[in-house]
């Protein structure tokens, strides 16, 4: 069943659907490579992210180790997983994978927006495991996001459904073009991979007449407060400097005006199926509304082909694709440009 196409070791050269054969192993990778960059341990954590990525790709499903045979991405740790998963038909390695180390208090405290690594360990070691032990602890001081992410904390954990994204993309075009008619608004992240579901929705904004972008962000999220729908809001500034050359650090947040926001969608405002609608009972809310986590980010228009790139994602694609810039073409490729290096 392998291959007789050489597969690329680059994930922007691969084809990948979102059909993954292989779900047992990535998951399983993923689990590990996440415990890898908690432990800040760069090496294995890009070893397993790359080696998911690779076989998200392939359209067959791994059953031995004979179909590893030319495919590139593997190292021995992973190849070692692999087999242990293969030989293994109750599939406790994966089971042993995905309980691997990590505390349970970590994993529910980092589930918060806001909560980082440092903040979850922080708790943990004071001896809090719990959130209502964190809530009432007299020594916690939460931060404004931290506030937000406890008190939407049930919304933001359920997933955020394709209609509610268009649902959402539709109040924030709405809000933009009172400003701007001739603003263009699109759904990047996740969704623009055709995701069903999404932790939250992300969007570029941008305008044909250069300048016309600044200040628009200011006037959308004022209108949003307004409506009432604004939950919560963090305006990073624009940090974009012309004469530096676009940065090095691999995963660098790029310069672009945005904001992290919460907002309060109205159930009846998302159209769905009817058979949709015929499983809701199982959500036993109340409430019409639901909080979603949606992030915003202004461009210029000249560096929107850049930012759209940038911002469709996967994380492990659009790594890929500045270690194919950097290697294959000797280019640097950011979210703002692709600079020849030899010129
Ligand atoms: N991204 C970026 N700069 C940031 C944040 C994100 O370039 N400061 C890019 C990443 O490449 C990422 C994409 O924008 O792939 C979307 O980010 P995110 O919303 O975190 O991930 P999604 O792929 O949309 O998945 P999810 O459903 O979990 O949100
Ligand atoms: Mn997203
Ligand atoms: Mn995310
Ligand atoms: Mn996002």
């Known amino acids: 069943s392998s291959s007789v196409v050489a597969i690329s070791p680059y994930a922007c050269q691969r084809r990948t659907s979102l059909n993954n054969y292989n779900k047992l192993f990535t998951d399983a990778f993923e689990v590990l490579a996440e415990n890898y960059e908690m432990n800040e341990n760069k090496g294995p954590y890009l070893g397993f992210m790359r080696a998911a990525s690779m076989i998200k790709s392939l359209p067959y499903a791994i059953s031995s180790m004979k179909d590893l045979e030319g495919l590139p991405c593997l190292g021995d740790q992973t190849k070692a997983v692999i087999e242990q998963c293969c030989q293994d038909t109750e599939k406790s390695t994966i089971k042993s994978c995905i309980n691997f180390a990590r505390s349970q208090s970590i994993i529910l405290f980092t589930s918060v927006f806001g909560v980082g690594q440092k903040t979850a360990e922080k708790w943990f070691?004071?001896?809090?495991?719990?959130?209502?032990?964190?809530?009432?602890?007299?020594?916690?001081?939460?931060?404004?996001?931290?506030?937000?992410?406890?008190?939407?904390?049930?919304?933001?954990?359920?997933?955020?459904?394709?209609?509610?994204?268009?649902?959402?993309?539709?109040?924030?075009?709405?809000?933009?073009?009172?400003?701007?008619?001739?603003a263009l608004v699109t759904l990047t992240g996740g969704f623009r991979r055709e995701k069903k579901i999404g932790h939250d929705v992300d969007f570029l904004i941008t305008t044909p007449v250069p300048g016309n972008e600044n200040g628009l962000l200011e006037k959308v999220i004022d209108v949003?407060?307004?409506?009432?729908?604004?939950?919560?809001?963090?305006?990073?500034?624009?940090?974009?400097?012309?004469?530096?050359?676009?940065?090095?650090?691999?995963?660098?947040?790029?310069?672009?005006?945005?904001?992290?926001?919460?907002l309060k969608l109205l159930k009846q405002k998302v159209i769905t199926s009817n058979c949709e609608e015929a499983e809701e009972p199982s959500n036993t809310s109340t409430k019409e509304w639901k909080a979603i986590r949606v992030d915003l980010v202004?461009?210029?228009?000249?560096?929107?082909?850049?930012?759209?790139?940038?911002?469709?994602?996967?994380?492990?694609?659009?790594?890929?694709?500045?270690?194919?810039?950097?290697?294959?073409?000797?280019?640097?490729?950011?979210?703002?440009?692709?600079f020849d290096k030899n010129k």
């Open 125 to 182: 070691r004071k001896g809090l495991r719990t959130f209502e032990e964190v809530q009432v602890h007299k020594e916690t001081k939460l931060t404004k996001m931290q506030i937000a992410g406890f008190l939407y904390y049930e919304d933001l954990s359920s997933f955020v459904t394709k209609p509610e994204a268009d649902a959402i993309g539709q109040i924030i075009e709405d809000t933009v073009r009172l400003f701007m008619p001739d």
């Open 224 to 262: 949003l407060h307004q409506q009432g729908i604004l939950l919560y809001c963090d305006v990073v500034e624009s940090t974009f400097d012309k004469s530096r050359l676009p940065s090095r650090k691999v995963d660098a947040l790029d310069h672009f005006q945005k904001c992290f926001a919460i």
């Open 298 to 338: 202004i461009t210029p228009f000249d560096q929107y082909a850049f930012a759209l790139l940038g911002w469709t994602g996967s994380r492990q694609f659009e790594r890929d694709l500045r270690r194919f810039a950097t290697h294959e073409r000797k280019m640097m490729l950011d979210n703002h440009a692709l």
